[in-house]
Nanobody, 125 residues
Framework: QVQLVESGGGLVQTGGALRLSCAAS????????MGWFRQAPGKEREFVAT????????YYADSVKGRFTISRDNAKNTVSLQMNSLRPEDTAVYYC??????????????????WGQGTQVTVSS
């Protein structure tokens, strides 16, 4: 069992930046690929970014590539999402997710094993 708790959401103006963090508790964090997904009002949840077990491989949605950076610290059991140049269309609830023994790319298209409770990000125009 893995518990995921997100933090760092909030309200920011267009062009601003936010950093989301996800703290994982439970066993064997370093056997899980980690990722961030988001869900905007009236839309389905979508993939944002994923990172491999070691942190050596990352994968991004085209809509955030070049603006967002995912990273992880296996010693601290955390994964982060640095979001720069934010746009109103980035407004959504952002969810941290974990999937056992998979690649960053595979995690983008298959259901994770665990989800966090989500954190709201609102970008004003």
């Amino acid at each position: 069992q893995v518990q995921l708790v997100e933090s760092g959401g909030g309200l920011v103006q267009t062009g601003g930046a936010l950093r989301l963090s996800c703290a994982a508790s439970g066993r064997s964090f370093n056997t899980y690929a980690m990722g961030w997904f988001r869900q905007a009002p009236g839309k389905e949840r979508e993939f944002v970014a994923t990172i491999s077990v070691s942190g050596g491989s990352t994968y991004y949605a085209d809509s955030v590539k070049g603006r967002f950076t995912i990273s992880r610290d296996n010693a601290k059991n955390t994964v982060s999402l640095q979001m720069n140049s934010l746009r109103p269309e980035d407004t959504a609830v952002y969810y941290c997710a974990a999937k056992l023994l998979t690649t960053a790319q595979a995690m983008a298209i298959t259901p994770p094993n665990y989800w966090g409770q989500g954190t709201q990000v609102t970008v004003s125009s």
